[in-house]
């Protein structure tokens, strides 16, 4: 069923520029204290790497791949615990711009770490979340946006606790409230929810067709819970739905995260045993379709790291990426990999 690596793989096109626009910087282990037998696959992939801030990314980037910046992507962590319940996640914001600040001296290498920082408001609270949008821009000028999280299934064993969240959110009149702010302070949005939600954000979409708007992880396919098995059943309705948000000009995608335990591609891990070429084989048709709908000038892979470090080491998943396009363009191949996210997340300098 998998290929075995007995030694560390060759790095393919080293010089291919890379932002990785999606990573996250944690320490998680008073919540792993939490779950003393980690049995839910999502609880262990996060178990991998309960703590996991500069050090760790550093090493991750040092692998070979010419990793020039990264983006952080919130995860709820570091929250100012002093703070209001509302404005608590501003410490997030506080915590990375520091390590932005550590790896922006130069000291540890040219990759920019951190260079655009994702962070959370709960935009639910309609227009009383104004004041947080305004305290997370003072608190970093590398401040770019918001991610709201709108992850639900019905079957509570799909995201396992504590990750499961209230269904219909991006629907919810007080939560479009408290959303059209972004617009107005110039604020990007990533969306991540599970593939049977994408009519959520695709109704969100079109509600706000003037809002940069990101969705995360090709829309989180499903492959495990009451959903294993069930892949190739749904690609189709998947499909589908990533064609529709392809149609609306204002949504981006972000080519990764299938290497989650949620998507089941691999439907096991730790899985750093398998190779480049047998991930990509097991992407290739989702990846191929995002850049179908989306074009090239709308795709930006991701690493989604540490959660993707449960089906792929760092150098070995970006491999699989490059097999997957091995026959693009070299303009292509630059927006894919770094020209997207630089635009997105305006971090054009990083490229030169």
């Known amino acids: 069923m998998s290929e075995t690596i007995l030694e560390p793989e060759a790095i393919l096109e080293p010089d291919l520029a890379i932002i990785d626009p999606h990573h996250h910087l944690w320490d998680l282990r008073p919540l792993m204290a939490a779950f003393a037998e980690p049995r839910h696959p999502f609880i262990a992939s996060i178990a991998l790497s309960p703590y996991y801030t500069f050090n760790e990314i550093q090493a991750e980037i040092d692998c070979g791949h010419n990793v020039v910046g990264t983006v952080f992507m919130e995860c709820g962590a570091f929250y100012n615990v002093g703070a209001a319940d509302e404005m608590k996640p501003v410490g997030e914001v506080e915590f990375v711009n520091g390590v932005a600040a550590q790896s922006a001296s130069g000291l540890y290498g040219p990759a920019r770490l951190c260079a655009a920082i994702i962070g959370h408001a709960d935009l639910s609270r309609g227009d009383a979340a104004l004041p947080v949008l305004e305290a997370l821009m003072a608190a970093s000028p590398r401040f770019k946006g918001i991610r709201h999280a709108a992850a639900h299934d019905a079957d509570a064993q799909v995201l396992g606790p504590p990750f499961h969240g209230a269904p219909g959110l991006y629907l919810d009149a007080k939560f479009r409230e408290g959303f059209k702010h972004l617009g107005a302070l110039g604020l990007t949005f990533d969306a991540w929810l599970l593939e049977p939600q994408l009519g959520d954000v695709l109704s969100l979409a079109r509600a706000f067709p003037d809002q940069p708007i990101v969705l995360d992880h090709c829309g989180t396919p499903l492959g495990m819970a009451s959903y294993h098995g069930k892949l190739p059943e749904r690609f189709d309705t998947w499909r589908s739905m990533i064609k529709e948000l392809g149609t609306c000009p204002n949504v981006s995608v972000k080519l990764g995260g299938l290497a989650m335990s949620f998507a089941g591609m691999p439907d096991h891990g730790p899985a750093a045993g398998l190779s480049s070429e047998v991930l990509a084989a097991m992407w290739r048709p989702y990846i191929e379709t995002c850049i179908e709908a989306f074009g090239p000038q709308r795709g930006m892979f991701e690493s989604n790291y540490p959660v993707d470090k449960w089906g792929a080491s760092y150098g070995v ?20 990999y770094a020209g997207n996210a630089a635009r997105f997340y305006g971090i054009e300098h990083l490229l030169g």
């Open 317 to 336: 998943l970006w491999n699989a990426f490059k097999h997957l396009t091995r026959s693009a363009s070299a303009q292509d191949k630059a927006a894919l």
